[in-house]
């Protein structure tokens, strides 16, 4: 029952080129960076990636991507990687956007062995009707676009078919786990660590905190140990980058120049 690793390295030494990875985080909040910049060092590429977004261009996925190791995202927006938007526009990388609680929900129905459901969202639009540029040529064609989904009414309110997601791996970060693999994660942390967690095959994650089986209270575990099947303790737990630092000057600045 003991599935700690010794190292990040460890942790993600046997992931092979072409795997499917489910990614937790968002934005740059709650990202297994660890175990990123392990799978970046041992060098797997050619990688299919299901996260709610790909990092910026210094961090998170970002990196992988920046080295070209990505060949294709499934996420719900681009953001501020810059490089993300260069590849996807450049027809270097494949990229299926999602509304963002649907693929939530794929991650989670994956996780739940339920192979796909019925949702309102995206009803009478392109990711129902589909036509998105999935991929595009060099030349700037469309190479690759999303099917059209089927649709279905129920109670006279029409719903699209979605199909649930599983990966081959899942890196997820969380601020406790023991070594059984149960998981706390710190407030907006959870967004899409606990999600990734269950469509993983595998899942690794990294813990701010590594504690002895029994020290977690059973009512604040948030994900079982059931999911997770490689913990590794992070080293800079402290190590917290921030996308966009907004301040503004002190109050007694402030009524001092009004003075």
């Known amino acids: 029952m003991n599935k700690t690793v010794a190292s990040a390295a460890e942790a ?38 299901v996260s709610n977004n790909c990092g910026t261009d210094d961090h998170g996925l970002g ?30 990388l494949e990229l299926e956007l999602v509304p963002q609680g649907t693929l939530a929900e794929r991650l989670r129905a994956g996780g739940a062995g339920i192979p796909a459901f019925y949702t309102p969202a995206g009803v009478g ?11 595009y040529a060099a030349d700037g064609s469309v190479a690759v676009e999303s099917p059209a989904k089927e649709t279905r009414a129920f109670g006279g309110q029409t719903y699209v078919l979605e199909e649930s997601v599983t990966t081959d791996y899942a890196l997820v970060r969380a601020s406790k786990g023991d070594r059984h693999g149960n ?27 590594l504690v002895e089986p029994g020290e977690i209270d059973p009512a604040q575990v948030h994900l079982p140990g059931i ?11 402290d190590t917290k980058p921030v996308e966009k630092r907004t301040v503004r000057e002190a109050a007694d600045s402030i009524e001092g120049s009004a003075a």
């Open 12 to 49: 993600v030494a046997d992931i092979p080129a072409g795997s499917s990875l489910a990614v937790g985080g968002f934005g740059v909040c709650g990202v297994p960076q660890e175990l990123i910049d392990a799978l970046y060092e041992q060098g797997a590429d050619n990688l299919e990636v």
């Open 227 to 237: 999911y997770v099947q490689r913990v590794v303790a992070v080293r800079n737990r």
């Open 63 to 92: 990196i992988l991507l920046r080295a070209g190791r990505i060949s294709r995202v499934t996420g719900s927006y681009v953001g501020e990687n810059k490089e993300f938007a260069r590849q996807y526009l450049a027809g270097e």
């Open 183 to 209: 998981l706390v994660f710190d407030k907006t942390t959870a967004n899409f660590n606990p999600l990734c967690a269950m469509a993983g095959r595998i899942t690794v994650a990294e813990v701010e905190e």
């Open 125 to 135: 639009t392109a990711v129902a009707e589909g036509g998105v540029p999935w991929r």
